[in-house]
């Protein structure tokens, strides 16, 4: 027995799952106390579509990398999971390092070392796919790590400011 | 006709390129940057060259080089990239290697967008004000000075590319000159070219197009009219034909001006006329596309015409094959722009491997695109990676497969824009046909679907997670240890 | 109209069927057997049901269960399976259910091959030439005794299913019986009746088959024609609308009698009205399929008419919305049908993990299929894998697009058909539009390419050879150790 | 430095193969003497759909699973390969194993134990994907196993029927 809370779209869901499918592929699972037999796609090979049936209910989704987002038909939604089996929760937006989240050239640096910057604040814009890309600070603070100059290549998830 | 031609271009449009040649039985000849050697043009083409020259795709030097070591006898340049080149063209013309689309001369005239204008306006015609000269990015004085004889509120545009890029709304001359730089580096990033000019802004406005063919005996045709006012992140990504909620009078109109137009520059091949039309519903001239568009499949599906091969055909000096009381304009089409880009955090490129693509079928529904399970979205070029397009008699008809055909497309590995474009076509102002270029503007709200979904997507949720973190045990990414996952994401404006 | 429909049927049809309700705005159910628990009917649909009796998609009394628990006003059956099984069509009709397409009544005349053809004949109209009655597979005496009195040469024929499985050419008694046995055989494993009856054999011969519409309020138009004379391994592998080289008054008497068939037996909804054409050009009825074609498709692209909208509109009671004279016959198409099959190795079934897959696209080009990359190619069910139509404004056109799409397909990790369709349309005796049902045992050779060209492949079988050894250096199988690679391969006739 | 013989629709190839490809990916190949530059898709990933370029012309391949066919826009065709490397050359025609090509049920046994049959011979019949495919005997000889009958459900890659 599993229990998590999932966050969609701002709703809490407390979940529970019986972890064995039984021999039709179905598993019991508890949401806010009420009971839903569910199947998923056996396996989350990276090139596989997954779905799902719940009840009679037939689902396509589509979940992204870190699964922080779930999109079917009926839309793209936040999702936030709590396992409760995991310990404590630690929000993990307190992260104040800035990487590169795409391969590309820095088209302009517009923030300097040592300034205040709030969350939200344009701090670099990254030319790439032929695109101007604001990359904007994550967190309030000060810049601490300033590892990007104009013109500059850089590569994926190079780290390119720290925000302290 | 030809025996070979040459695709001076990448990517989707030179895979459609290719297909067209084929279906005409035409040998093909492909160029590729080394990092698109597995790239399908180059795959579908009969022969494919390597472009060694740091410019690649833009050099028209080496593009010509490898036209004549190839022995084409044509070169279709597709649009972007050199299609629109005329010095380009005029080095074509003058080794005697026919260029589809307009002559060089037209395209010089029609380049210069302020002269455009200017020619069209001296006709007698209705065109939108704009600037009496272009400006570079350093040109703040006399920007502001231009502007205030325009008035406010007006557009900067860029002299290079379409309405796309560079295009920014300004509404006092506080924000002009900041505006003005950061659309002249936009118009950088995309077109190799900074400068821009200013119009006189329309306000509320739609942008209608009439592509037209023209060929070498002095006929032109148009193919009806599509609508192009939406845009989001300035790129049209929707585009449906015919315009909704115009008149039939008004319509006759607009095409009248698109081939009065069209003979006044001498247009050849496959032409777009845009026009921008005001809350009265007059239009006014505002520039000419001298190539094919990227959205030419809405006009192919309303009209049954294959635009690629037509060009083909025109630049090997054939008459048109059908006058226009020949062309029927049948039903309706909407098209939609899938990019490789994440609408919900901030339109980031998103370039990589796919992991997963499964393209919508059935009746009506035609995706063109470069891209398939296992192919990679490469880092260096447009995040254009699939064109979808779909028919239906009526325009309800059509709206509704349009969003079974969204619903029924699925691409992974990587980010799109997908899950935007179903939230516009469903969107009232869009179904009601009643939008302007504001749309593009207009925050979305994703609608919060019913509870019971709610709850069954936290209980598939849950079953995906347990048995993601189950499988890659020793491999969970940290933030799946930590107990929350979560980002903010809202969708920008 | 309808609210849901519940679909009785799984792959590609079933997916259709989805898509076509999907455009008109219905719900859908889907049903499912364990084994196609992840198939796209399934995920496609809003809600799906499993099929629990061992019988499966082939139970009648679920498949009404699970209709009258999701509670939908209607029932699409879509082709084979029970589709059209009269007993499940009057149980639907007496619970008040609506099962799109003809009436238990119609089907239960029309699935009566022998009398139908008697019936036709009756009316004055001139049909085939049957044997009075059918046989089981162990009436070997009654068989010769009706074999004698018909004449040789005959074709035994399937009461159940169409001209495919079991359908065989008998040119003498001595080996009536062994033939029999084994179209009996074929007939049990495909349709699960091993009935057959005779037939005089009309050679040469083509079969040309009449697609219909009918209402309830009387009205009834035809479709056009086309031509599916061209089989291989017992199936229809390639359809052309319309059918080529037939004078207009040929096909006007054509389209005569298949509407003419359609009010004799009171035929509502979406038929085909089957008829053999003979050497000199006379045509005789052969046979009524009471339901969706699998090569619809053909029909959809010449008439721009989606007919499984129709099939619903006319269930839902509507009346047709066109009329004969607004039915336009547009260009022509081909279709193409795809299997999970290997021709090189006697049309061995290839299910399993589909690794690549890729679309053909561009205009005019469609192809329908419940299969992609990652997709899994089931072993349970029919090797039907995808349908590919293309359409071209003449006949030529077509040939070339089609020829294109077909190499632009790629399809691995499973044994496919498409180099054998690739050989029959380029085929001097396809494109010609000559071809008669003969065409079906011909024998093709491979026509080696020029040596230049078996050159270059040397040279890439050579180096992905080593780079496959390379990589897989520990696993590598037996074979690629033992010096030779060989396996005798040839297309069996 | 490689070197194979490569028959492709019955003609021999003789191709010898410098394995460090240039930095454009080209690797130069000599096939009976004529020397070609050529290049493949960098891996033979089951996804990935494979293509190659020699010199300039462009094509796009699919190799069965062995290896024993190569197609192409220019055909299907037979493919043997013989690495000169790999010592002698021994055909694969000499086994006489008969197995399940696919998963089916056996509809019909044509055979008996201690029968000769001829090279292609039908032997069993196999109902699979609603189909009743003949198996043939690949060589001539005498049957000696038999472990097929009628109404049995096999497996994939089962021994059904051995020939000596």
Known sequence: MSKLIINIAGHDFEVEVNKSPDTDGFTTVSVNGETLRVAIAPEAAPTAIEWAIVGERSYEVLFDRDMRSIQSVHGHHELRIRDLEAGVARPRSGDGRVKAPIPGIIANVLIEMEQTVSAGQPILVLEAMKMQNEITAPRAGTITTLNARRGQTVTLHELLVEIS | ?493
Chains 1, 4 share one sequence.
Request: aromatic content about 6%.
């Open chain 2, 1 to 493: 006709m030809f025996q070979k031609v040459l695709i001076a271009n990448r990517g989707e449009i030179a895979v459609r390129i290719v297909r067209a040649c084929r279906d005409l039985g035409l040998a093909t000849v492909a160029v590729y940057e080394p990092s698109d050697m597995g790239a399908l043009h180059v795959r579908l083409a009969d022969e494919a060259y390597i472009l060694n020259s740091p410019q690649g795709y833009r050099d028209p030097e080496e593009m010509l080089a490898v036209a004549l070591r190839s022995g084409v006898d044509a070169i279709h340049p597709g649009y972007g990239l050199i299609s629109e080149d005329p010095s380009f063209k005029r080095a074509c013309e003058e080794a005697g290697i026919t260029i589809v689309g307009p002559t060089s001369e037209v395209s010089t005239q029609v380049r210069d967008k302020v002269g455009a204008i200017q020619r069209v306006q001296a006709a007698g015609m209705p065109t939108t004000r704009p600037s009496t000269r272009t400006f570079g990015p350093d040109e703040g004085a006399d920007l502001l000075a231009e502007a205030q004889r325009l008035g406010y509120p007006l557009v900067i545009k860029s002299c290079a590319g379409g309405h796309g890029r560079g295009t920014a709304l300004v509404h006092n001359p506080e924000k002009l000159l900041d505006i003005a730089r950061r659309s002249s580096a936009q118009a950088q990033a995309a077109y190799r070219d900074g400068r821009i000019y200013l119009e006189a802004a329309i306000i509320p406005s739609r942008y209608i197009e009439v592509p037209i063919l023209g060929d070498h005996h002095g006929n032109i045709i148009h193919l009806g009219d599509h609508d192009g006012s939406i845009q989001r992140n300035t790129r049209k990504i929707i585009s449906e034909a015919p315009a909704p909620n115009l008149s039939p009078s008004q319509r006759e109109a607009i095409w009248t001006s698109a081939i009065a137009v069209a003979r006044l520059f001498g247009l050849r091949g496959a032409c777009t006329i845009e026009f921008v039309l005001d809350g009265a519903g007059n239009h006014f001239f505002s520039e000419v596309k001298p190539r094919i568009q990227v959205e030419h499949l809405v006009t192919e599906m309303i009209t049954h015409i294959d635009v690629v091969r037509e060009q083909l055909h025109i630049a090997a000096g054939l008459p048109l094959r059908l006058d226009q009381t020949q062309v029927h304009l049948d039903g309706h089409a909407i098209f939609c722009r899938i990019n490789a880009e994440d609408p919900w955090r901030n339109y980031l490129p998103s370039p990589g491997l796919i992991s997963a693509f499964r393209l919508p079928g059935g009746p009506s529904v035609r995706v063109d695109t470069y891209a398939y399970a296992g192919a990679e979205v490469p880092v260096r070029y447009d995040s254009l990676l699939a064109k979808l397009v779909v028919w239906g008699a009526e325009r309800d008809e059509c709206l509704q497969r349009a969003q079974r055909a969204l619903q029924e497309m699925h691409i992974s590995g990587i980010q799109t824009n997908l899950s935007l474009l179903q939230l516009l076509i469903t969107h009232p102002e869009f179904t009601s046909g009643s939008y302007t270029t504001a749309f593009s503007h207009l925050k979305l709200n994703n609608p919060t679907p019913p509870p019971s979904q709610l709850r069954d997507l936290a209980a598939i949720a849950a079953l995906t997670y347990l048995n993601r973190t189950r499988a890659a045990q020793s491999t969970t990414p940290t933030a799946y240890t930590t107990g929350w996952h979560r980002d903010s994401r809202r969708l920008p404006q």
